[in-house]
Each structure stands twice: as structure tokens, then as C-alpha cells.
């Protein structure tokens, strides 16, 4: 500004001086009111700017008055943190209000995660879940180096690794343990991991198989689509537990576990047919031509074109079909399998513990930790969905 | 494939290799659904021509490029590129795309990609060129388009005319034989239209064989061997620049240049 102003002031002065008042510096700013900055203005735009605004607020307030307290004072304040059976739960006269019943869960806690899992061999998972972990973070982590060998490991070498560890190997030392006996966090990972890296590539290749010229394959995959989107979860699982085993030879029934594992992965590939089918579809012509006239073939263009942009769109709903499997995968209970939400039931039902809040708190229990992984997967998204977007910014 | 593309060359021609038109098309036809399109196209391409083709919308003039490059299917007809007969055969369609770059009226590029990723996507996956090798060439096409400086960005970030110039660099970048442009200035802002037609113009002073469907008279006066004019399908008349404009033979010829040269 100072600057801007020398070279006005330095001509017109000498002939203007006498009869005009210019001005060397420009005004200050006003002051803006104080009601309009910092914390006041901000309550005024969001909480308070209108009747209805106000009101809202106000009834929001109370609600979260009525709320918050007991609930905070059921989860921590009134809240028993130990104790090794029922009696520490227990109202007494001395302590009329009890609050969630933590020590249930400390004592219950290696059944949610293990299921009957024998202890002597719990170590297993735990290698397990750190394998799993280490995959899933190379994976998921952008900028983590070598992510090639990332998938190689993640998608090739952890299946056999899992399997060799969980199922057990005689031949190393590792004695077999029956997936009758697993449960707990360990199934409801196993189940929703199988569900979540089978399907998106079953359901890019059923969404292709919709759209393809082939009108044999179409239609094989419109059935298959169709059908599956068709019945509730549900009955596919029991379709997968009680028929499965019909249609194959006896000597190779398949286990429990692996009947249940396969209805969850056709039915969210199903599922993920439609997402992707959704995202191809919003891709514009011009994309297939221009891939096509620079003579990328069909595959070509669909792994350097087209997928990397119809995926992108559809990252939002991919993930929602992720979250929705997650959830999902509770109901192999009904087929019998001990997953992390069955275990909580049995735990709850156990007279060893039965208290007036063991069942509110296995279930706040379970609801935390569904709320974690799920939560997580949208946060992760969203990142994803920003960094990808870097292509749309102008 | 590439080899598959030669052996093919010489049975296609049996002599003198060096001697086969650009593009050669005899008989063509081709309907949508019951809709003709093209009606009896004939017309030889000869190395370093450049082919204006104009006429009204809906005439078949982008349908006919289209063709060439296998965009489009026909269904009499037949089209020899550089000596290499068109068929459904993928192998050999994959072999005419490698050797006939193409311009889009709305670009086309995709925008996932940078401009630089853009250029060398083709020539690294198509031709197996080397990453470094691919790269050096795109940014000496992309400073002859003079956009180097915009490699990192990506084609939202660009102007039209920018994103244009992008995409003759990209399709330069695979050495095409012959460059095909379908309308490429119709979709920009009046300002930037100049710097494609110029960056086109360079293209035609450097030899290039070239076929483009445009309405940009000036243009094909300036550059056009010969200007092709199409109605309804068929080609009603070749000419050179010269005649075509002050002597126009048929009725049609001369009601569209009436209303397009006011």
C-alpha cells in the first residue's frame, strides 16, 4: 500500500496541494462488531440466527442434559471395574445404583476374542491377528514402500499363513484345532476379511460379466446377480449349510466354517457387482474411445482407465458395502458359529454372572467395538476419497 | 503383435511396401440399425495428404473417421490402413489403432492421469517402451505443442485449449502414420481455437498425413490437399482447396458454403 502510494503522491501533489487533501495512507478498517467474530458471532450464526434455530438449540440442550449424565454416571461413575463373579454386580443396600458391569467383561474378555479356541494354542491368533495387522497397514498405508510385495503378502501369502496357523499343521508341530472350537473376534475377522477381499474382486468381474457383448455371460451374471440380491443374507447362509453340502461328494464336505464363508463372499459379491456396475456405468464414452484409439486393448483399458475412475466414484458405496458386511457377518450365529456378537450372548447367559446389567453391558460392550471397526473404515474412506480426488480440483 | 502386424503387411499388399496409400476406402457402407450412414464411401489417402472433410451434422463425417480407426463397425465395404486390411480380427484392429492416433472434439483425456501420464500410458503399455525413454519423448511432443511446463498438472487444471493441444501431443506421442481429428476446435471458447488450428497447421508443415472432420474454412484453405464435402451420408465432391471454394460443381456444395461463408 505505502508503496502504491508514493508515485500518486509525488506528481498531483505540487498542483493539488493547495486545494485538495489526499491521503499518504489508506483508512483503517473498521472494527467488525463484536458480535460477528470469535466464539459469540460463530454461537450467533450456527445456534442462535433464527426462531427455529434458537428453539432447536435450546431443545437440544435439554435433551442432552437428560441424557449425558445418567449415562455417564451408568458407564463410569457407578460402574464396577472388578470382581471375579456375580456378587460384585450385585445391588446391595450399601450401593442401591449399579452401573455397567465392566468386571463381567475383564472376566469374559479372552472368550469374546478366542471363543473355545484352546488356550494352550491362543498364541496362533494372536501371531494372527499381528500378521493380518501388519497386511492390512502396508495395504491401506499410501505412501508404505514396496506395496506390490504388500498385496503379493496380503493376498497370496497370509490365506496359506492363516490357514496353517488356525487350522493347525501336524507336519510343524502345529496340532489341528477344529473350527467348531473357534469364535469370538477371531471368526467375526475371518469371516468379514474373506467377505471383503473375495468380493471386490468377484463383484468387478460379475459387474464386467453384466455389461458384457457375450450374451451367455450376461446373462449368467444377471442371474447370479439377481438371485443372490434377491434372498436375505439369511437364507443364503442356510442355503450354503444345508445344501452345499448336497451338491458336493461326501468324502469333501466342507466344514462349518468354510460353508458359512462361502455364502457370505457370494452374497456381498453380489452386492459389490452393483456398486461397481453403478461405476462403470457413470464413465463416459470418450474414456473407451480415447483408450481405445491409442490401441489399449480391452483389458488394458479397463486396469489403466477405466477401473482406477469408476472405482474412485464408487469408494463411498464400496466401503458402505464393507461397514454393511462387517455388520453382517453376526448373522452366522444362526448356522451356529460362535462369532464375536454369540459369544456375548453365552457369556451373558452364564449364572455366573447373571446381574440385572450383564446383559446392557455385554451389549454396550459389543456395540463399542462393532462402532470401532466400522467407523474406521469410514474415516479411512474418506481420506482415500480426498487424496483420489486431487484429479477433480481445478 | 507387432510382428503379426508386419507379416500381415506384406501378404495385405504383396509389392511395394512403401507405395500403399495411408488409408485406402472402397465400397463402404454403413446403417445404424436401419438408418444408413454411410453410403458408398470411396476414398484414397495418399502418404502426406491432408484430407479436410466437412459438411453438414449428421452427414456421417466423424461416423466415417470413426470407421477408420475401428470406433465404429460397417458392414459392407472395405478399409485398408497403411496396407493392413481392417477385419474384426482384435489383433489386427489393435495394430491399426497403434498406427492412427486420434483427436476428440471434447478431448478425451483422462483425467486421472497427469499430462505427462496421459502421453506415456500408450506408448509404455502399447508399445512396451521404456518409462524413461517414453517420458523423454512426451515432454519433447509436449514443448512442440509448447505446454511442457503444464506435464505435472493434471487436464481439469488445464483450458480447453490446453487440454486440446494435450491430446494431439498424447496422440503423437504413439508416432502414429496418420492423425485423425474429429471437429477438435468446436468444443472450445472462440480465443482458444487459434492455438489448436496452429498447433495443427505445424503438424500438416511437418508432413503428417492427416484426415480432419472440421468447419474451420480457413483452415482447410490453408492446409487441405483436398477438401472432401459430405451430405447425407455420401461424399458428393473432392476437390482441390482452390476450386472447391470458387468453383463448388454440385448444388449442395454450394448451398453449405453459402451458409457457412457469410
Known amino acids: 500500500m505505502t508503496t502504491l502510494d508514493a508515485p500518486i503522491a509525488a506528481t498531483p501533489r505540487a498542483t493539488v496541494a493547495t486545494s485538495a487533501y489526499v491521503r499518504t495512507a489508506p483508512a483503517p478498517s473498521l472494527v467488525p462488531p463484536l458480535t460477528s467474530v470469535g466464539w459469540l458471532g460463530r454461537a450467533r450464526a450456527h445456534l442462535f440466527a433464527n426462531a427455529v434455530s434458537t428453539v432447536l438449540t435450546i431443545l437440544i440442550v435439554l435433551l442432552l442434559v437428560l441424557i449425558v449424565p445418567p449415562v455417564i454416571d451408568f458407564l463410569f461413575v457407578d460402574a464396577v471395574w472388578s470382581g471375579s463373579d456375580r456378587e460384585a454386580c450385585l445391588p446391595t443396600a450399601a450401593r442401591p445404583e449399579v452401573g455397567a458391569c465392566w468386571a463381567f467383561i475383564g472376566d469374559r474378555f479372552a472368550y469374546t476374542i478366542y471363543g473355545s479356541y484352546p488356550i494352550a494354542e491362543r498364541w496362533r491368533v494372536d501371531v494372527f491377528f499381528g500378521l493380518l495387522g501388519f497386511g492390512t497397514a502396508w495395504l491401506l498405508w499410501l505412501e508404505a514402500p514396496r506395496r506390490d510385495l504388500g498385496s503379493i503378502y496380503f493376498f497370496a501369502v497370509l490365506p496359506v499363513l492363516t490357514f496353517v496357523l488356525l487350522h493347525g499343521a501336524p507336519a510343524i508341530g502345529l496340532p489341528v484345532v477344529d473350527t467348531a472350537l473357534w469364535g469370538g473376534m477371531l471368526v467375526t475377522i475371518v469371516v468379514a476379511a474373506v467377505g471383503i477381499v473375495v468380493s471386490l474382486p468377484i463383484g468387478i468381474v460379475l459387474a464386467l460379466g453384466r455389461r458384457s457383448q457375450m450374451p451367455a455371460i450376461r446373462l449368467l451374471s444377471t442371474l447370479f446377480i439377481e438371485f443372490v440380491r434377491g434372498v436375505p443374507l439369511i437364507t443364503v447362509l442356510f442355503m450354503a449349510s444345508v445344501m452345499l453340502p448336497l451338491f458336493l461328494p461326501e468324502t469333501w464336505s466342507p466344514d462349518k466354517l468354510v460353508r458359512a464363508l462361502v455364502g457370505i463372499a457370494l452374497f456381498s459379491s453380489a452386492y459389490m457387482a452393483e456398486v461397481v456396475r453403478a461405476g462403470l456405468q457413470s464413465m463416459q464414452k470418450g474414456q473407451y474411445d480415447a483408450a481405445h484409439a491409442l490401441g489399449l486393448g480391452y483389458w488394458q483399458s479397463l486396469r489403466f482407465i477405466i477401473l482406477p475412475q469408476a472405482l474412485k466414484v464408487t469408494i463411498p458405496n464400496i466401503v458402505n458395502s464393507y461397514i454393511a458386511l462387517f455388520k453382517d457377518t453376526t448373522l452366522v450365529f444362526f448356522v451356529g458359529i460362535f462369532d464375536f456378537l454369540r459369544t456375548i450372548e453365552v457369556a451373558r447367559a452364564d449364572p455366573k454372572w447373571s446381574t440385572p446389567v450383564t446383559s446392557a453391558t455385554g451389549y454396550i460392550y459389543a456395540a463399542l467395538v462393532y462402532f470401532v471397526f466400522c467407523y474406521a473404515m469410514s474415516r479411512y474412506a474418506a481420506r482415500i476419497e480426498r487424496r483420489l480426488a486431487v484429479g477433480d480440483r481445478r | ?262
Open chain 2, 1 to 262: 503383435m507387432s510382428t503379426g502386424g508386419e507379416t500381415a503387411k506384406r501378404d495385405g499388399t504383396g509389392l511395394a511396401g512403401t507405395e500403399n496409400p495411408a488409408v485406402a476406402i472402397t465400397g463402404l457402407h454403413k446403417w445404424f440399425g436401419e438408418f444408413r450412414v454411410l453410403a458408398d464411401i470411396n476414398l484414397e489417402v495418399a502418404r502426406g495428404e491432408r484430407i479436410v472433410i466437412c459438411g453438414p451434422s449428421g452427414s456421417g463425417k466423424s461416423t466415417l473417421l470413426r470407421c477408420v480407426n475401428a470406433l465404429e463397425e460397417f458392414q459392407r465395404g472395405e478399409i485398408v490402413v497403411d496396407g493392413l486390411v481392417l477385419t474384426k480380427d482384435v489383433k489386427r484392429i489393435d495394430a491399426i489403432r497403434r498406427d492412427v492416433g486420434m483427436v476428440f472434439q471434447h478431448f478425451n483425456l483422462f483425467p486421472h492421469l497427469t499430462v505427462l501420464e496421459n502421453c506415456t500410458l500408450a506408448p509404455i503399455v502399447v508399445r512396451g517402451t521404456p518409462k524413461p525413454q517414453a517420458e523423454a519423448t512426451a515432454m519433447a511432443l509436449l514443448a512442440r505443442v509448447k505446454i511442457p511446463e503444464q506435464a505435472a498438472k493434471y487436464p481439469n487444471q488445464l483450458s480447453g485449449g490446453q487440454q486440446q493441444r494435450v491430446a494431439i501431443a498424447r496422440a503423437l506421442c504413439m508416432n502414429p502414420k496418420l492423425m485423425m481429428f474429429d471437429e477438435p476446435t468446436s468444443a472450445l471458447d472462440p480465443e482458444m481455437v487459434k492455438e489448436v488450428l496452429d498447433t495443427m497447421v505445424e503438424l500438416a508443415l511437418d508432413g503428417m498425413t492427416m484426415l480432419v472432420v472440421t468447419h474451420e474454412m480457413t483452415f482447410a484453405r490453408q492446409i487441405a490437399s483436398r477438401i472432401v464435402f459430405m451430405d447425407a451420408g455420401q461424399i458428393v465432391e473432392i476437390n482441390a482447396p482452390e476450386p472447391f471454394f470458387s468453383h463448388p460443381q454440385h448444388e449442395r456444395t454450394k448451398l453449405f458454403l453459402g451458409q457457412i461463408l457469410r
